[in-house]
T-cell receptor, first 114, second 115 residues
Framework: DAKTTQPPSMDCAEGRAANLPCNHS???????VYWYRQIHSQGPQYIIH???NNETNEMASLIITEDRKSSTLILPHATLRDTAVYYC???????????????FGQGTILTVHP | EAGVAQSPRYKIIEKRQSVAFWCNPI?????LYWYQQILGQGPKLLIQ????????DSQLPKDRFSAERLKGVDSTLKIQPAKLEDSAVYLC?????????????FGPGTRLTVL
């Protein structure tokens, strides 16, 4: 699986948008971009994933550049409860028999301030 | 729906002792994972089960760690004997199946301290 690079930490004011970048310059055509987050003392939680189109769900939006070498996770209105470690993961999708595993890096510590 | 259950939540043991962790995945989930998360690092996959068969245990230290998933539901992870470097949070996760696009659901973890 391709390697990802994320800033170690970021700050955001409550109510503002949080934009978390991820670089995955060696991504292959069959690799998806996944985002998980881990709130203190909890297990990781799935946020969103995408291949090449931008994606949005109730939690966040995922913007993937046209060349797919980087992406940005957007939390549109950050709250104090969004303070967590955010992991960007690139994962192979080899079809119905793939047992693709999640390889976590160190992630970005997002701190949302009042 | 009920989430992934793990017990105990905390465990303190001395080195060379044995310890076991238990995981009950979400009902109907065929795939179960055990991760180790050392303080300050992301989780690392130790073993992955598909039903009651192992599909990936490449990062499991087999001289001291063992895991089983009886009847394709609950799972236990055992460490025998424990070392200081085994201090970590042990996370269990499950997914509907093992295909790449299926999200994993994580339990709260068991925090192990080895003295």
């Amino acid at each position: 699986d391709a390697k990802t690079t994320q800033p170690p930490s970021m700050d955001c004011a409550e109510g503002r948008a949080a934009n978390l970048p991820c670089n995955h310059s060696t991504i292959s055509g069959n690799e998806y971009v996944y985002w998980y987050r881990q709130i203190h003392s909890q297990g990781p939680q799935y946020i969103i994933h995408g291949l090449k189109n931008n994606e949005t769900n109730e939690m966040a939006s995922l913007i993937i550049t046209e060349d797919r070498k980087s992406s940005t996770l957007i939390l549109p209105h950050a709250t104090l409860r969004d303070t967590a470690v955010y992991y960007c993961i690139v994962r192979v999708d080899a079809g119905g028999t793939s047992y693709g595993k999640l390889t976590f890096g160190q992630g970005t510590i997002l701190t949302v301030h009042p | 729906e009920a989430g992934v259950a793990q017990s105990p939540r905390y465990k303190i043991i001395e080195k060379r002792q044995s310890v076991a962790f238990w995981c009950n995945p979400i009902s109907g989930h065929a795939t179960l994972y055990w991760y180790q998360q050392i303080l300050g690092q992301g989780p690392k996959l130790l073993i992955q089960f598909q039903n009651n068969g192992v599909v990936d245990d490449s990062q499991l230290p087999k001289d001291r760690f063992s895991a089983e998933r009886l009847k394709g539901v609950d799972s236990t992870l055992k460490i025998q004997p424990a070392k200081l470097e085994d201090s970590a949070v042990y996370l269990c996760a499950s997914s509907l199946d093992g295909t790449s696009r299926v999200r994993q659901y994580f339990g709260p973890g068991t925090r192990l301290t080895v003295l």
